[in-house]
């Protein structure tokens, strides 16, 4: 059971747009800073986004971050084939003391 | 350009030590950020380990910390990871990550920028 909760799946058609919510506690999201990460099959985590809404150099503008209260989103506008993916949110969590991470969620582009 | 690398014994005994070693290239671990580690049991999420920095300043994931110590070698540009007592539960993808960390009363903030490919970890006797 992860402190984050994620849809487990989410699918779109090409060049849609999908959104991925995550949900937490003012223990964690409402009160720290948020980050996104996309796992390619058979491969590592990638930064995606970090502070909320920020992106790394090399990650496009199609990906982009927000939070509000207790819950952050994950948008992902032009859907292409190559962002079929598990994406992570992930944040400090002030009560536990620890990095938690959502349990992921599976992007289908149909 | 900064690379990690993940080595260390592919299988560990039930009760023994899991020892892993991260190897930082691109960039001298010394001049900042923190380094830590982070796992996946199989067709399983992230979950956080610990991180340590240069200084040697220390963060343990609260259900790891009894069995886990990350150390670093700034003369081989390296840290590592030793987790005690492992059962077959520690089965997983090790990634080691570089980590851009504030941790205050409120907007902390702890993400990983910078990850290795993962190595695969077995606890079987």
């Known amino acids: 059971q992860s402190v984050l909760t994620q849809p487990p799946s989410v699918s779109a058609a090409p060049g849609q747009k999908v959104t991925i919510s995550c949900s937490g506690s003012s223990s964690n999201i409402d009160n720290n800073y948020v980050s996104w990460y996309q796992q390619l099959p058979g491969t590592a985590p990638k930064l995606l986004i970090y502070?909320?809404?920020q992106r790394p150099s090399g990650i496009p503008d199609r990906f982009s971050g927000s939070k509000s209260g207790t819950s952050a989103t994950l948008g992902i506008t032009g859907l292409q084939t190559g962002d079929e993916a598990d994406y992570y949110c992930?944040?400090?969590?002030?009560?536990?003391?620890?990095?938690?991470f959502g349990g992921g969620t599976k992007l289908t582009v149909l | 350009q900064v690379q990690l690398q993940e080595s260390g014994p592919g299988l560990v005994k039930p009760s023994e030590t899991l020892s892993l070693t991260c190897t930082v290239s691109g960039y001298s671990i010394s001049r900042g950020y923190y380094w830590g580690w982070i796992r996946q049991p199989p067709g399983k999420g992230l979950e956080w380990i610990g991180g340590i920095y240069y200084s040697g300043n220390t963060y343990y994931n609260p259900s790891l910390n009894s069995r886990v110590t990350i150390s670093e070698d700034t003369s081989k540009n390296q840290f590592s990871l030793k987790l005690n007592s492992v059962t077959a539960a520690d089965t997983a993808v090790y990634y080691c990550a570089r980590a851009s960390v504030q941790v205050t009363r409120i907007l902390s903030y702890y993400y990983m920028d910078v990850w290795g490919k993962g190595t695969t970890v077995t606890v079987s006797s």
């Open positions: 992930g944040t400090w969590d002030s009560s536990l003391n620890t990095v938690v």
């Open positions: 502070d909320n809404n």
